[in-house]
């Protein structure tokens, strides 16, 4: 399962590879927060059987999911999840398969429309004037 969690700041988006994906500032940690608000072993995230399962670590400054701070928890897509002060959205399943596709396919576009000149005639050339009389 395809699992990826989007900045709700503008940052990068995080993919979760790993079956256990374990968030802190410290180095051993998968996914390295570098603030100052995330403890050096803030929360785990780990894939089964179609669901992520969230559990705070015992951090400082707790991990919400909707807002509400949580131990554990269960992450649907489109939860919204802060790690201390940082805030993601949650996609997977079909929801992420769905956006990327569109992702792939508006590169395409764009990558079509890169190869293509503009055509220096005009599309469509004006009726003759015919004398009156």
């Given amino acids: 399962m395809r699992a990826r969690l989007v900045s709700a700041d ?7 590879t790993k079956d256990m994906t374990l968030f802190g500032r410290d180095e051993d940690c998968d996914v390295r927060l570098e ?17 992520l399962l969230l ?15 949580v131990r554990r928890a269960a992450l649907l897509p489109n939860d919204a999840l802060a790690v201390a002060n940082l805030k993601f959205v949650v996609k997977f ?8 596709a569109e992702a792939g396919a508006k590169a395409k576009n764009d990558a079509l429309a890169a ?16 004398p009156k009389g």
């Fill in 115 to 130: 190869q293509l000149r503009r055509n220096a005639l005009p599309d469509v050339y004006p009726e003759p004037k015919t």
């Fill in 93 to 100: 399943g079909a929801e992420l398969e769905k956006e990327d």
């Fill in 55 to 69: 559990r705070d670590l015992g951090s400082t400054n707790g991990t919400r999911v909707n807002g509400q701070r």
């Fill in 35 to 51: 603030h100052k608000s995330v403890s050096k072993l803030h929360c785990v995230i780990v894939k089964t059987d179609g669901l």
């Fill in 10 to 16: 503008g940052g990068p988006a995080i993919d979760l």
